[in-house]
């Protein structure tokens, strides 16, 4: 179980990195926000990370269903009778109003939505990896509504005690997707044909799957593994247990030899 030393580690890399239980109920934040002149009002959103400002203010880098990933500068944020101070924490779902149009905008207003579970313990830091990876991998200003759905609905996973594995294998892959640059796991690239689940294979971080070689340096999967990836099925140990050497593989590739961070942290503590 990772210390409290372990949580504010996770929370201090990610700012200077800049990043068989039934289904939980998924909770969707819905949007409710207008936009007018340069500025968005009432936008669903979630904080990543922040770092202090000059001497009263934070730079925060928001979530945001509509917009994407967002700088903001929150004014004033750590005065002590700021509303704001205690309103921008992460894993919090909020409404968010900003103005500006260059890459760092102004917050206006930030108020707590509720409706959540907060994370804990060992789920605290898998949110923390999420919001790493968000960091690294999102350019700013790119829209992702579908990711921002699955990013709480995998937050109330987390928090309703799903397996951490499966709810981050899964993310993970969503993640590569939205960015389009996750391959068809399904199809051979060597054959042109559909993959063989009694098949080995490597994937190729920009092409996809291609028959496996005794020389191969890349770590090597079954068929079976491939096809239950692209179903989201991570029933069988086996493909759980491939797909984790397969996922940090492809995500090295995809962050360009950018280390993270958190992953390090949670593969000391439970291997994910």
């Known amino acids: 179980m990772p210390s409290h030393d372990d949580l ?3 929370q201090a ?15 969707r934040i819905r949007p409710r926000t207008t936009q007018r002149e340069g500025r968005v009002v009432g936008q669903p959103g979630f904080v990543l990370h922040s770092y202090p400002y000059k001497e009263t203010s934070l730079i925060v880098d928001m979530f945001t269903r509509d917009h994407g990933r967002v700088g903001l500068v929150a004014k004033g944020a750590k005065r002590p009778l700021s509303k704001l101070r ?46 790493e990876l968000l960091v690294k991998l999102l350019a700013r ?8 759905d699955h990013y709480v609905s995998t937050l109330n996973q987390l928090a309703h005690g799903e397996p951490a594995q499966i709810v981050l ?13 996750a391959a068809d796991l399904g199809r051979c690239t060597t054959t042109r044909a ?4 009694e098949g080995s294979y490597v994937v190729d971080p920009e092409r996809g799957p291609r028959q496996a070689v005794v020389s191969d340096v890349w770590p090597v999967v079954s068929g079976k593994c ?42 000391d503590l439970m291997q994910l």
């Open 226 to 267: 491939l096809i239950d990836m692209e179903r989201d099925d991570y029933a069988d140990p086996a493909t759980l247990a491939q797909s984790k050497q397969l996922m940090r593989f492809l995500l090295a590739h995809h962050l360009g030899g950018q280390p993270l961070n958190t992953r390090q942290i949670l593969i």
């Open 13 to 27: 890399l990610i700012a200077s990195s800049a990043p068989a239980s039934a289904p939980a109920p998924e909770r």
């Open 141 to 148: 200003d790119d829209k992702h509504p579908a990711l921002f």
């Open 194 to 197: 559909q993959v063989e689940p």
């Open 169 to 181: 294998r899964k993310f993970e892959r969503a993640l590569l997707k939205e960015t389009g640059v």
């Open 8 to 10: 504010d580690d996770a």
């Open 86 to 131: 205690g309103v921008l924490q992460t894993f919090q779902p909020l409404s968010v109003s900003f103005s500006g149009k260059s890459e760092l905008r102004t917050l206006i207003d930030a108020e707590w939505v509720g409706g959540m579970l907060p994370l804990e313990k060992t789920a605290l830091l898998c949110g923390f990896y999420l919001n």
